[in-house]
């Protein structure tokens, strides 16, 4: 039966591996939204529910929204982690749902939520997602509207030409390639320093491989944040973010790293 049951949780475990970590053995922020979103779709799977049941309907769930906190300490190398989701908000179109990284003590160090629609994979509309599954329960919390402000200057800014590597299942350009384009920009030694402590990512159009697309930043230096803004050829805006950066917290690879 195809079901979604606001409030229940799936989980899923992983260890960080070489492809997940920066240059200082760090849980990178494109892993957070890789291993949060492969547990989506992995309960959506359970649940009759995932992109691939709903295309031969001539629908497919799209990504309009993804948030990220950090309230611990990055999970490094080779430590293992248990991602848990939960759908936690419906409306007739839109459904929220959460996420939350432990760690090995079972510590919570990563938080978010996602917000995600079903379209018609023809006309690229919305439609309800009751039509296609039985909602059971209510929403079990409410969450507070983002709002990410467009750019008053362009402090940085560079082209970046879309290629097959940055395309998803659905022939768009992978949300998670939106996030490492901003990213890219900050300097290298300043990246081995700082790392994310929150940030807010808004999908407004999809893009396709070989898109010329356009990122600009304006930066805070001060208080370690930032605005991206990235652009299509046409000059519309296809992803905005809000990120803040924080200092990293020393590095114990004593408790995590297996030896044997």
């Known amino acids: 039966m195809k079901t979604i049951t606001i409030g229940e949780e799936y989980s899923q475990d992983y260890r960080i591996t070489c492809n997940d970590m920066d240059s200082e053995y760090r849980m990178t922020p494109q892993a957070i939204l890789n291993m949060s979103q492969d547990t989506i779709a992995a309960y959506l799977t359970t649940r009759r529910i995932a992109a691939f049941d709903l295309q031969k309907e001539g629908f497919t769930w799209v990504l309009s929204e993804y948030t990220i906190e950090v309230s611990g300490t990055l999970p490094l190398w080779r430590e293992k982690i248990e991602v848990t989701v939960s759908p936690s908000e419906i409306s007739s179109a839109r459904l929220h749902i959460d996420y939350r990284i432990s760690n090995l003590d079972g510590a919570t160090v990563i938080t978010g939520t996602s917000i995600w629609c079903i379209i018609s994979v023809e ?16 929403s079990v ?11 008053e200057r362009s402090d940085i800014q560079f082209h970046y030409i879309t290629n097959i590597s940055d395309i998803d299942f659905n022939g768009h350009v992978h949300n998670v390639s939106y996030l490492k384009i901003a990213l890219s920009c900050i300097p290298y030694e300043r990246a081995k320093t700082m790392v994310i402590k929150k940030a807010v990512i808004k999908f407004l159009k999809q893009s396709y491989i070989n898109e010329d697309l356009l990122c600009r930043i304006e930066a805070d230096v001060q208080n370690c944040s930032a605005l991206s803004s990235i652009s299509n050829s046409e000059g519309q805006e296809v992803c905005r973010i809000s990120a803040a950066l924080q200092e990293s917290a020393s590095r114990d690879f004593g408790t995590i790293v297996d030896r044997n």
């Open 123 to 138: 006309t690229g509309r919305p439609d309800k997602i009751g039509n296609h599954c039985t909602i059971c329960g209510d």
């Open 141 to 151: 919390t409410t969450h507070q509207r983002n709002i990410v402000n467009a750019l």
